[in-house]
């Protein structure tokens, strides 16, 4: 149940005596006050009625991620960057990090492409044990520098929730992969620091699996939330290795109020598809994209078949900003 009242004070201050009551599951956002899994307003009896405007019963299990508990658009603030609304964010970098002038390189290639964040793995999700599983806190270092060295924003994809402190020592923003979408201790962990999570869509994640994600993030207290559709599995996978879920952008922008972005680089799998399936994400609304690139594509240690050249990226990158400022 949403409890829409008078201003923002009333909603604190309903708040307050809530957890004063030891009611568990109450958030509120501007106006409003969300109590997750209550259904009547008569079971909240210290709330003054004189400042309720209106009751919301019928919003969606994922309450504090929908636009029904936050209706105007969330805007994260990172060091360099503002990611949601009108904005539109740039990130890319090398699916692994390989060393710190490989990833130094890559995000001058990057920034100077207007990127404003530095992607790389050091914790990979591989398919087989026996391949390579990223570098650990090496890997995490050389980005850090990079990153630095750059003025960028980096970003990197945590697999475990004790990997929490010392991914968090060194990222700005937490990335959490498709394989690891509902693991929920994983998202709860990440919902209990404060820096920004970048949640990517499961391969099979329905819209509504997807936003339930997001939301234990949020029921931990974090609510800087970013989503990301990176493909997912469909029934031919000869020619591309996901099928981008182009449709989904604009009902995801219904439901939420999150930023959402795309990553045509694990959609299409293959980088001589990458730009046409990026431009149909950002003209369905992407508020940015996400991309991997690679000086040597043939020599990548991760995904090099979809690695973009950073000039292929360049190329892309404006035409992407021009779709989106139309
Ligand atoms: C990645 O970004 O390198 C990655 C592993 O992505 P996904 O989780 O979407 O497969
Ligand atoms: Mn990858």
């Known amino acids: ?5 008078a201003d ?18 109450v958030y509120a956002s501007e106006n409003r006050v969300g109590f997750a899994g209550l259904k009547d307003i008569d079971e909240v009896p ?3 009625e004189q400042q309720v405007v209106d009751v919301i019963t019928n919003h969606p299990a994922a309450m504090q991620v929908s636009r029904a508990f936050h ?27 390989e060393s710190a002038e490989h990833v130094l390189a890559m ?15 050091s ?37 475990s929730p004790e990997d929490v402190d010392l991914v968090g020592k060194y990222t700005d923003i937490f990335q959490i992969g498709t394989r690891n979408m509902q693991n929920f201790s994983l998202l709860k962990a990440v919902g209990r620091q404060n820096k920004p999570v970048l949640l990517k869509r499961g391969m099979s994640a329905t819209v509504d699996e997807f936003l339930s994600a997001a939301e234990y993030i949020a029921s931990e207290g974090n609510r800087q939330i970013i989503l990301m559709e990176r493909g997912i599995r469909s029934f031919d996978q000869k020619y591309l290795r996901n ?22 680089s694990h959609a299409a799998g293959v980088s001589e598809h990458v730009t046409p399936i990026g431009l149909a994400a950002v003209a369905a609304g992407a508020q940015g994209l996400m991309l991997e690139i690679h000086n040597q594509p043939a020599k990548a240690w ?22 989106h400022e139309l």
């Open 8 to 25: 923002e004070s009333a909603a604190q201050k309903t708040l307050a005596k809530a957890k004063a009551n030891h009611m568990e599951h």
């Open 71 to 97: 209706s105007t658009d969330t805007v994260i603030q990172t060091p360099h960057s503002t990611i949601g609304g009108q904005n539109f964010s740039l990130i890319a970098g090398p699916d692994a990090i």
């Open 107 to 121: 995000g001058q290639a990057a920034k100077a492409a207007g990127a404003t964040i530095l992607r790389g793995g």
């Open 123 to 159: 914790y990979k999700p591989r398919t087989s044990p026996y391949s390579f599983q990223g570098l650990g806190e090496q890997g995490l270092i050389w980005h850090r520098a990079a990153a630095d060295a750059l003025g960028m924003d980096m970003m990197t994809e945590i697999m």
């Open 302 to 323: 991760v995904d090099g078949k979809q690695a973009l050249t950073p000039d292929q990226m360049t190329n892309l990158f404006a035409k992407a900003s021009a779709i």
């Open 243 to 264: 099928t981008m879920d182009v449709s989904v952008i604009p009902v995801l922008q219904k439901l939420t109020h999150l930023p959402v972005l795309a990553d045509p």
């Open 1 to 5: 149940m949403i409890v829409i009242m």
């Open 46 to 48: 210290f709330i003054n």
